[in-house]
């Protein structure tokens, strides 16, 4: 019988004992020590810029140097954060906001509000709900040092909604030099007025990234609540620690060495619930949809009969069985504005796929046999999973699919590129999104139909976007729910993107880290307290 290292390392576990693999950490930190924690992330940081990029992992960068005017509770109301007080014209079109004492960049200079309209003009020219905005304003200036307006062509009753919300690209407040850079080049300098610094000096790219507290950053006093309230430090430092094999980190976690784990794999959930020195926990509760992006510009996907086959070729039980094989966590799901929202409707679901159909679409959409190439993150282990189902899936109907390998920094710089196949361009890509960011079509990138000024594969259909545009102006939740049939609807028909699924993934903790905060997209690393071992 031939024994796995999974197996192995499975066995070793279940006895209790630690097993001699390799420690990526060992080899760049000193031990653990109880005010600095170790944390393995669910991917490496290639991307430093919030605004430029909408992964998470860049938003959690963000969070934790940047600070944001307002921040949802966990009810998901907006509350201020850097902003003292503010007020609305009685036209309901003029916007003020004063800034709260003792906001100070890391450079020890003071935030500004010139500083805010910069950033707020940035942010407005790549999120959703941003541009909104900036298609409204009339106007957005500095009154003085600490107090800024916002002028509106029209009442927009969601403005402050808008300005709070945690879907990535997020609203993170940047110093007025680094926001008056275009949103379309990255920003190079990682000073923020967040609750840590980042060490840059210390960091390793692609090893190990190091947050210092910051020790002048003065916290609001309203107790944390959600991402709201007062940002309390705990610890001096946090390291993110980029370990690509998920056994190295469960060992190092099992060991000690690391105190957090993103994605312990499922396959081992058991194993951690029977560790009396670990835990599993399920911070986002709403979960993460799965689906494919398809790339509007390049053939075959250009052919909306080329998008319906993938339409029909999904069976999303194959998918999560792949990307989340605990069935406990993982479920089928058939609306593009998610399970949990308020706006969730019933929507495409076809039980086992439907592969034929798929090859006769392909077939209607003339497809010669052209490559289809599959952007694969080899260092994200649900989606390279589910990246090597969907080439197995094409190749069986007869389509020319090649995987495009590389870590999920390397995808998510191609994927930004539009050029044809040939010269670097790509077909296919699989992501997912926060089931909460998905109620709202104002904010979500994921839900724009806009051609180029849309997330990527560039999905366009001008019927859709009027409805999309719309959603500002209905004031019932019964009329958006109307309208959210409506342009779901409309999405099945064009086919914006295809959906895989929806799961939640609980990451694995040692229980001296207590105080973590579970909210969608974002895990805060302030009110994290560790206790000594």
């Given at each position: 019988?031939?024994?796995s290292r999974?197996?192995?390392?499975?066995?070793?576990?279940?006895?209790?004992t630690?097993?001699s693999?390799?420690?990526?950490?060992?080899?760049?930190?000193?031990?653990?020590?109880?005010?600095t924690?170790?944390?393995?992330?669910?991917?490496d940081?290639?991307?430093?810029?919030?605004?430029?990029?909408?992964?998470?992992?860049?938003?959690?960068?963000?969070?934790a140097i940047?600070?944001?005017?307002?921040?949802?509770?966990?009810?998901?109301?907006?509350?201020?954060?850097?902003?003292?007080?503010?007020?609305?014209?009685?036209d309901?079109?003029t916007?003020?906001?004063?800034?709260?004492?003792?906001?100070?960049?890391h450079?020890?200079?003071?935030?500004?509000?010139?500083?805010?309209?910069?950033?707020?003009?940035?942010?407005?020219?790549?999120?959703?709900?941003?541009?909104?905005?900036?298609?409204?304003?009339?106007?957005?200036?500095?009154?003085?040092?600490?107090?800024?307006?916002?002028?509106?062509?029209?009442?927009?009753?969601?403005?402050?909604?808008?300005?709070a919300?945690?879907?990535?690209?997020?609203?993170?407040?940047?110093?007025?030099?680094?926001?008056?850079?275009?949103?379309?080049?990255?920003?190079t300098?990682t000073?923020?007025?967040?609750?840590?610094?980042?060490?840059?000096?210390?960091?390793?790219?692609?090893?190990?990234?190091?947050?210092?507290?910051n020790?002048?950053?003065?916290?609001?006093k309203?107790?944390?609540d959600g991402?709201?309230?007062?940002?309390?430090?705990?610890?001096?430092?946090?390291?993110?620690?980029?370990?690509?094999?998920?056994?190295?980190?469960?060992?190092?976690?099992?060991?000690?060495?690391?105190?957090?784990f993103?994605?312990?794999?499922?396959?081992?959930?058991?194993?951690?619930?029977?560790?009396a020195?670990?835990?599993?926990?399920?911070?986002?509760?709403?979960?993460?949809?799965?689906?494919?992006?398809?790339?509007?510009?390049?053939p075959?996907?250009?052919?909306?009969?080329?998008?319906?086959?993938?339409?029909?070729?999904?069976?999303?039980?194959?998918?999560?069985?792949?990307?989340a094989?605990?069935?406990?966590?993982?479920?089928t799901?058939?609306?593009?504005?998610?399970?949990?929202?308020?706006?969730?409707?019933?929507?495409?679901?076809?039980?086992?796929?439907?592969?034929?159909?798929a090859?006769?679409?392909?077939?209607e959409?003339?497809?010669?046999?052209?490559?289809?190439?599959?952007?694969?993150?080899?260092?994200?282990?649900?989606?390279?999973?589910?990246?090597?189902?969907l080439?197995?899936?094409?190749?069986?109907?007869?389509?020319?699919?090649?995987?495009?390998?590389?870590?999920?920094?390397?995808l998510?710089?191609?994927?930004?590129?539009?050029?044809?196949?040939?010269?670097g361009?790509?077909n296919?890509?699989?992501?997912?999104?926060?089931?909460?960011?998905?109620?709202?079509?104002l904010?979500?990138?994921?839900?724009?139909?806009?051609?180029?000024?849309?997330?990527?594969?560039?999905?366009?259909?001008?019927e859709?976007?009027?409805?999309?545009t719309?959603?500002?102006?209905?004031?019932?939740?019964?009329?958006?729910?109307?309208?959210?049939?409506?342009?779901?609807?409309?999405?099945?028909?064009?086919?914006?993107?295809?959906?895989?699924?929806?799961?939640?993934?609980?990451?694995?903790?040692?229980?001296?880290?207590?105080?973590?905060?579970?909210m969608?997209?974002?895990?805060?690393?302030?009110?994290?307290?560790?206790?000594?071992a």
């Amino acid at each position: 019988m031939t024994t796995s290292r999974r197996n192995l390392f499975k066995t070793g576990i279940a006895a209790g004992t630690a097993l001699s693999i390799p420690s990526l950490l060992l080899a760049q930190t000193a031990p653990a020590a109880a005010r600095t924690v170790h944390m393995v992330k669910a991917m490496d940081l290639r991307i430093f810029d919030p605004i430029w990029s909408a992964t998470s992992i860049t938003a959690e960068h963000g969070a934790a140097i940047y600070d944001t005017l307002f921040s949802l509770d966990s009810k998901f109301m907006p509350q201020p954060q850097m902003v003292g007080k503010w007020d609305v014209s009685d036209d309901k079109k003029t916007y003020t906001f004063e800034l709260r004492d003792g906001l100070r960049w890391h450079d020890g200079n003071p935030v500004t509000a010139a500083d805010c309209v910069a950033s707020i003009r940035r942010w407005g020219q790549v999120a959703p709900g941003g541009q909104l905005i900036m298609a409204r304003a009339s106007d957005i200036s500095k009154k003085d040092d600490k107090a800024f307006t916002i002028g509106l062509k029209e009442p927009l009753g969601l403005l402050v909604d808008i300005l709070a919300d945690l879907t990535p690209p997020c609203l993170f407040i940047m110093r007025e030099k680094d926001a008056n850079r275009p949103a379309t080049e990255q920003v190079t300098t990682t000073i923020g007025s967040g609750p840590f610094k980042f060490n840059e000096a210390l960091s390793k790219p692609g090893a190990s990234y190091i947050y210092d507290r910051n020790k002048k950053y003065v916290p609001r006093k309203e107790p944390s609540d959600g991402l709201a309230g007062g940002k309390i430090v705990n610890v001096d430092s946090v390291i993110w620690h980029v370990i690509a094999d998920q056994q190295t980190a469960m060992a190092a976690l099992q060991a000690g060495e690391i105190d957090y784990f993103e994605t312990p794999p499922a396959d081992l959930y058991s194993l951690v619930e029977s560790d009396a020195n670990l835990e599993l926990h399920v911070l986002d509760k709403a979960g993460w949809d799965a689906l494919v992006r398809m790339n509007f510009l390049q053939p075959p996907f250009n052919n909306v009969k080329a998008r319906q086959a993938i339409l029909h070729l999904i069976d999303q039980e194959a998918f999560m069985r792949v990307m989340a094989p605990d069935s406990k966590y993982s479920s089928t799901h058939a609306s593009i504005f998610g399970d949990t929202t308020p706006v969730s409707n019933t929507g495409w679901y076809k039980k086992g796929g439907g592969p034929e159909k798929a090859k006769q679409l392909f077939k209607e959409a003339g497809y010669a046999g052209e490559k289809v190439v599959i952007l694969n993150p080899t260092d994200w282990h649900e989606a390279d999973n589910a990246s090597q189902l969907l080439a197995a899936a094409l190749q069986k109907i007869g389509v020319n699919a090649e995987l495009a390998p590389s870590d999920w920094g390397g995808l998510t710089t191609r994927r930004a590129k539009k050029d044809p196949i040939e010269n670097g361009g790509w077909n296919l890509f699989i992501t997912t999104e926060s089931d909460y960011s998905l109620g709202n079509p104002l904010t979500d990138p994921l839900l724009t139909a806009n051609g180029d000024d849309a997330w990527y594969g560039w999905p366009k259909n001008d019927e859709y976007e009027a409805l999309r545009t719309k959603w500002a102006y209905v004031a019932t939740l019964d009329e958006r729910k109307a309208l959210a049939r409506k342009m779901q609807g409309l999405w099945w028909d064009f086919v914006g993107d295809v959906r895989l699924g929806k799961y939640v993934a609980p990451i694995a903790h040692r229980k001296t880290l207590t105080g973590l905060i579970g909210m969608p997209q974002i895990v805060p690393m302030w009110n994290m307290q560790k206790a000594s071992a």
